[in-house]
């Protein structure tokens, strides 16, 4: 697992080659980096948990959250 963040603060190519070398799926949590992160699915990331902006942490509202897989249904 790993979440929309380290797109930004460069880990992300380690998270994923590390998940590549032992065969482990990788599954992203994201929002801000939510459309570039889709981007790697089937690809790379084979689950991506997406909230759009205004994100739960902000408010106690209710939010959005969007699955995607890397399978069609």
């Known amino acids: 697992m790993a979440t929309g963040m380290t797109l930004g603060n460069g880990s992300f190519d380690t998270i994923l080659r590390r998940c590549r070398e032992r065969g482990v799926p990788l599954v ?21 948990s ?15 959250l969007y699955l995607y897989t890397d399978k069609e249904s």
């Open 50 to 64: 997406a909230e759009p902006f205004p994100f739960s942490q902000f408010s106690a509202d209710p939010t959005a």
């Open 28 to 48: 992203v949590y994201a929002q801000s980096g939510a459309a570039v992160a889709r981007a790697f699915l089937g690809a790379e990331v084979t689950a991506l």
